[in-house]
């Protein structure tokens, strides 16, 4: 049929397959200099990808450190904040590996993104929360001085 006539014409083509699809799950796991993977994008950006910067880790600019640090992760928000350029986005595609196999019944991508966060800086108090604090103290004992 068809595909042999294909075969014949492009004898060393290979089949189109779509890239893999990997759970958060599974990308946790790649969270060592052995192995390191990260998550990239999201809804408006095409989606979230997975990247596999293994071999990448002593070639970043920024150095092996602030990729480890979000091993395993999603980093699409430090990404972003950041501000790569275009160089970088297009260097990226090489480690493309695959993308985020979305579970339907977990929260919303930024509502875990915040969560890691929160829990990946060491956790405390946010630092406004701090501050609103010792202005209250500060304007409780100017206050009882007065009278």
């Not at 946790?28 to 989606?47: L, P, Q």
């Not at 997975?50 to 070639?59: A, S």
């Not at 600019?61 to 992760?73: M, N």
């Not at 829990?119 to 701090?130: D, E, K, R, T």
Request: glycine letters at 10%.
């Amino acid at each position: 049929g068809t595909s042999a006539f294909f075969r014949f014409i492009f004898p060393y083509s290979r089949p189109i397959t779509m890239s893999a699809v990997y759970t958060e799950t599974e990308v946790t796991e790649h969270n060592t200099e052995k192995s390191c993977w990260f998550i990239v994008g999201n809804e408006s950006s095409g989606g979230r990808k997975v990247y596999d910067v293994t071999k990448y880790l002593n070639d970043h600019p920024g150095g092996p450190e602030i990729i480890l640090d979000l091993a395993g992760k999603d980093a699409d928000e430090m990404f972003e904040d950041i501000g790569h350029s275009s160089e970088a986005r297009n260097k990226m595609k090489e480690y493309l590996i695959g993308s985020v196999k979305e579970d339907p019944n977990a929260p919303k991508p930024t509502k875990g993104k915040k969560v890691a966060a929160v829990s990946s800086s060491g956790g405390g108090l946010n630092p406004v929360a701090i501050i609103l604090l010792l202005l209250a103290i500060a304007a409780g004992v100017y206050f009882s001085q007065l009278k």
